[in-house]
């Protein structure tokens, strides 16, 4: 079914009204069966047979997945590995207050048939407080007389949790087991609800982690625990407050919930999504206010509970806030780095914090030069996350979120000024099943899958709604190559495709911009007429096109030359009628022919210093090669239809903005670390192979890396003029993006090989980008459960219940069972 613009603006509205306009942030983020279930426990203190919280109850018996089970699922009936736990604490729940029977038998029937194929999926990269609440949970079942039957499969998983669990209890109990700021790992009293009787602690250290709204740590599911063991009026009225915010009486993970934390994660995910564009005001407006908030903030936390929530929130927004052209510093989240025990606390629980690392990988991306904290936050993250996958079997956010695996690996091998934005955002919709928005207690703490759903749907859409305007733009692109006799000119590369998918891929420019198609012309042109100058045309032949180029005559030439002038003079006046419908056709026409005859002048003193044997200086070279890539004579006619405030003036050759010079200096370096070899060959200058020449004692990894270094600066240097709004150069920001775009189809072009001149290696990129719609079940098909038992069977496991209480147990006073 094809997709329409007004299916893509119909959901656009939706999600402005759902998700940006609606004031409440609780219900973008998806509620905790399992705290919930724990607040459904607690009777009410004046009638102690009767739930405190009726509206958890109802929830929780109105909210049971098909599947039988509580919590989140990966999709319809696929339940995550957190289900387990939610699952049983829910049918507790029901338990206490003997209602829910069918609930109950189709929960059992769900951990009898299902449990075992997630424990033996995960069996090896079980994470660490799934060891601790797991064990809690099923003996928490077995006292309120579930009758728990697991295979002799799961009995092995089990009982190796609860070997680890007392591991863990046993290195936690050698220091002062309830003092946080000694402990390597986080708290265990943020899994109060989950220790068991024989891990004692008394109501006097329980109270004295209660903090002043009356929680533990902000867990309800802990604090419903501390109330049931101390009836702290403290945590009831934190609980009571809870269950008012939370009218249908689902309560989340957290509470309170960092609401500029979840705004971030949702402006985040937006923009990953390739939805940014219908977003514009809103993203910008939350940004502002977090700007503003930034400010004001000058803590760093001494709690460990909250260095990981904090530096996972400040990294995500230094990278947000500097992409969108604010003014930060790399201190506001760089502060880790100062403190010894920080860092350490971080190497030894890296495996519990890969999310967090990510994220500060991420935000090194955009570097500027000097910042040198950037630098160690990068090499720091770098290596932990390095050991993180390829020892993921003890990762927990890589069991909660399988997709985030890929995307490590993917952010570790291509660093991101080399992908194109468009094949990042399908990555995002394809590998994202589950939203996680940030790293919790026990689990993601996800985006409401409503939401969730709706977002991805119009992702999906707007995705394949530009791959058909993209369809046609190739069809287009294809014929005007062939009429205009460049595709079948006889020799030299043919790169239609290879050029259109480079431009349509890395910027989001509008689905109807002319942009595209002029990019994508100029870019095959300049393609076949240096290979004009470096191969095919004779010495002669080449002076008189350069001289009919010079003059703006091609009266006198023939062959190829002909051609390729016919075509540059038709694509010249074409691209200046589309213009002269705006403003000051006559120099903008000029300036274009400025450019070429500047771009063609180069190609002929490169072809004469190659048939002289002529050996120019390093900066003679760049000045001209900076030229003859010919990124000026691309970027510099969009740039004009992208904004109207552009400046004509910069089209004149002594006139080119910082930004463009960076851009083109780049562009030349790029190219000549990975052509060097095919240019000594054929016995052309190349920046590397000139720096060797002049350094007698260097040897050829020396004179690369001399060149990348000088690369690395002015990408840099680049980056700060194009993502700060008050920066040195004055630039329209569509403008900059798009130098910034074109920034990246180089450096994807040139990164560690010579992919424009390869035959096929895009190929599969290009057809993701325009011809394969997002495949929305991938990753899902490896996960296999089996399905939802038959009524027959959850009758036979309702009539085996054993009615009994589970008081005792809640209250702390129950005994440890053996699995």
Known sequence: MKTSFSSVESLVYEIKKEMFLN??????????????AWLTMIPDPTQVDKPKFESCLNWVLNNQNAGGFWGESYAEDLPTIDTLPATLASMVALKTWNLGEENIARGLAFIHTTAEVILEQHRHHLPRWFAIV?????????????????????????????HQRQQILKMTCMENPVDYSQQKIPSLLWYLESLPPTYHVDEQNIMKHVSGDGSIFQSPAATASAYLRTGSSKCLEYLEFLVQKCPNGAVPAEYPLDEELIKLCLVDHVQRLGLAEHFEEEIEDILKLVYKNLRKQDFEPTNRRLVAAKLYKDALAFRLLRMQGHDVKPSCFCWFLQHADTLEYIEQNC????????????ATDVMFRREYELEEARAFSRKLLEKSISFSCKDDDLVIFPGLHKLIKHE????WITRLDQLDQRMWIEENKISPLWIGKASFYRLFHLQHEKLVQLANENYKLRQSVYAEELEQLRRWSKESGLREIGFGREKTAYCYFAVAASSCLPRDSVVRLIVAKIAILITVADDFYDVEGSTRELKILTKAIQRWNGEDLTGHSKIIFDALCDLVMDISRKYNHQREGSKF??????????TFGSWMVERTWSDTGYRASLDEYLDIGMISIGAHTIILPACCFLSQDYPIEKLKPDNYGKITKLFMSAARLLNDTQSYQKEQKDGKMNMVLLHLDENPNAKIDGSIAYVKGILEEKTKEFLEIVLMDDGPEEMPKSCKHFHLSCMK??????????????????????KKAICIPPDLDSQISDLYLPPPPEKEEILQISARWDVNTTQHFLHGNGKESVV
């Not at 026409?589 to 500047?598: N, T």
Request: proline letters at 3%; hydrophobic letters at 45%.
């Open 589 to 598: 026409l000029k300036g274009i022919r400025d450019i070429w005859q500047e």
């Open 134 to 162: 797991l064990p809690a949970m099923t003996e928490l079942a077995q006292a309120a007389g579930l009758d728990l039957v697991f295979s002799q499969r799961s009995k092995r998983v089990l009982s190796d949790l609860f």
């Open 23 to 36: 004031q409440d942030i609780h219900h973008l983020v998806s509620p905790s069966a399992y705290d919930t």
């Open 351 to 362: 495996e519990q914090l890969t999310s967090v690392l990510y994220n500060v990988y991420r």
């Open 412 to 415: 570790l091998t291509l660093p």
């Open 745 to 766: 189809v180089f450096h994807m072009f040139f990164n560690s090989t010579n992919l424009f001149d390869s035959e096929e290696e895009l190929l599969n990129d290009i």
